[in-house]
Antibody, heavy 116, light 111 residues
Framework: EVQLVESGGGLVKPGGSLRLSCAVS????????MNWVRQAPGKGLEWVSS????????YYADSLKGRFTVSRDNANNSLHLQMNSLRAEDTAVYYC?????????WGQGTLVIVSS | NFMLTQPHSVSESPGKTVIISCTRS????????VQWYQQRPGSAPTAVIY?????PSGVPDRFSGSIDSSSNSASLTISGLQTEDEADYYC??????????FGGGTKLTVL
């Protein structure tokens, strides 16, 4: 059974940092590109970042302006998102998903709240 | 980057057919595959259509997808509407360099 489980969300002050993780099981993690997608409260889906299977290619939404860094650990089947200089508008549920082009499996999300 | 524009909401009665559109702002809709995701409140999205018109395993054939180059848009058609189809629907595509784009989402009400 494919499982993606996000962790690391929580309450953080503006300007702070947070590192999200996504633990993956049930498929050969090292063979797939991965995706982070977020959803602000009451809003639509917003693509955040993608990383290729071997970490060669990393892509980010223009709106992030270099504040986020995606990485992966294929030995431990985990995906990460380092988020720095957090702003109130980064408040959202963050989902990891398999394959940015067609995301056939998603985690349940982890909530990040940026507030003083 | 291009944008994908969807109607904010649609509504229809059970048993009827509804079509949700997704218009690409620039570049050809046929350039990159379009996916459609269903999201019920409090749940993660799940795919109902991939690669323009393919249904994932387990998705009923009441769901179908298409693209129309003349209007530069994609469409999700749901026939024989059921109350369980009530959800938010998002179209998604990407450009070269794998920048993923989501539409703004359409709230489907089955009344």
């Amino acid at each position: 059974e494919v499982q993606l489980v996000e962790s690391g969300g929580g309450l953080v002050k503006p300007g702070g940092s947070l590192r999200l993780s996504c633990a993956v099981s049930g498929f050969t993690f090292s063979s797939f590109s991965m995706n982070w997608v977020r959803q602000a409260p009451g809003k639509g889906l917003e693509w955040v970042s993608s990383i290729s299977a071997s970490s060669t290619y990393r892509y980010y939404a223009d709106s992030l302006k270099g504040r986020f860094t995606v990485s992966r650990d294929n030995a431990n089947n985990s995906l990460h998102l380092q988020m720095n200089s957090l702003r109130a508008e980064d408040t959202a549920v963050y989902y990891c998903a398999r394959d940015p082009l067609y995301s056939d499996f998603w985690g349940q999300g982890t909530l990040v709240i940026v507030s003083s | 980057n291009f944008m994908l524009t969807q109607p904010h909401s649609v509504s229809e009665s059970p048993g009827k057919t509804v079509i949700i559109s997704c218009t690409r702002s620039s570049g050809s809709i046929a350039s990159n595959y379009v996916q459609w995701y269903q999201q019920r409140p409090g749940s993660a999205p799940t795919a109902v259509i991939y690669e323009d018109n393919q249904r994932p395993s387990g998705v009923p054939d009441r769901f179908s997808g298409s693209i129309d180059s003349s209007s530069n848009s994609a469409s999700l058609t749901i026939s024989g509407l059921q109350t369980e189809d009530e959800a938010d629907y998002y179209c998604q595509s990407y450009n070269s360099g794998i920048h993923v784009v989501f539409g703004g989402g359409t709230k489907l009400t089955v009344l």
